[in-house]
């Protein structure tokens, strides 16, 4: 008795059970389980798990082709909307009536930041650039290969022609 069981093997066995039931008990009652079962229900029964496994494959295989149109479609469909939503705000503004008559409604501006605000940001974007170890096109350009580089807080050594 194999212990693995997919839909063939279950669909093999419950047809093995069906063949047999009708061969060799075709009318009557089967008591098993600790009830009496009509052999003509018994036969319903296991043929309706049959005919549930014989229904599961197309149907799977038509969600599977539904799924993969939808993402046909969105792959089309989506650019083009966003392009669609970015024409109408950009011809008709903040126009709200208008807007709102396509579903849409008008972008909220951003809030002013804080002067605390804009210099956190700044001190966060400094120590950024420190551990970053960014530079400047400035800095970039003091330093040569083979040549010190030169730091741009400090002036630069100046010789006297002698």
């Given at each position: 008795m194999s212990t693995i069981r997919t839909k063939i093997t279950v669909k093999d066995r419950l047809q093995g059970?069906?063949?047999?039931?009708?061969?060799?008990?075709p009318n009557g009652t089967l008591t098993?389980?600790?009830?009496?079962?009509p052999v003509v229900d018994l036969?319903?029964?296991?043929?309706?798990?049959i005919d549930a496994i014989d229904a599961e494959?197309?149907?799977?295989?038509?969600?599977?082709?539904?799924v993969q149109s939808m993402k046909s479609a969105r792959a089309v469909v989506l650019p083009l909307m966003r392009d669609y939503v970015d024409h109408l705000r950009s011809t008709n503004g903040q126009n709200g009536t208008v807007l709102a008559d396509y579903g849409l409604s008008p972008r909220k501006a951003p809030a002013p930041r804080t002067a605390a605000q804009k210099a956190e940001a700044?001190?966060?974007?400094?120590?950024?650039r420190k551990l970053r170890g960014t530079m400047s096109p400035k800095q970039k350009a003091g330093i040569k290969a083979g040549a010190a580089?030169?730091?741009p807080t400090a002036p630069a050594p100046?010789?006297?022609p002698a």
């Amino acid at each position: 008795m194999s212990t693995i069981r997919t839909k063939i093997t279950v669909k093999d066995r419950l047809q093995g059970l069906i063949k047999g039931t009708q061969q060799h008990t075709p009318n009557g009652t089967l008591t098993f389980g600790g009830a009496s079962h009509p052999v003509v229900d018994l036969i319903k029964l296991l043929q309706s798990l049959i005919d549930a496994i014989d229904a599961e494959v197309p149907a799977k295989a038509a969600y599977q082709a539904s799924v993969q149109s939808m993402k046909s479609a969105r792959a089309v469909v989506l650019p083009l909307m966003r392009d669609y939503v970015d024409h109408l705000r950009s011809t008709n503004g903040q126009n709200g009536t208008v807007l709102a008559d396509y579903g849409l409604s008008p972008r909220k501006a951003p809030a002013p930041r804080t002067a605390a605000q804009k210099a956190e940001a700044a001190a966060k974007a400094k120590e950024t650039r420190k551990l970053r170890g960014t530079m400047s096109p400035k800095q970039k350009a003091g330093i040569k290969a083979g040549a010190a580089p030169v730091s741009p807080t400090a002036p630069a050594p100046t010789t006297k022609p002698a």
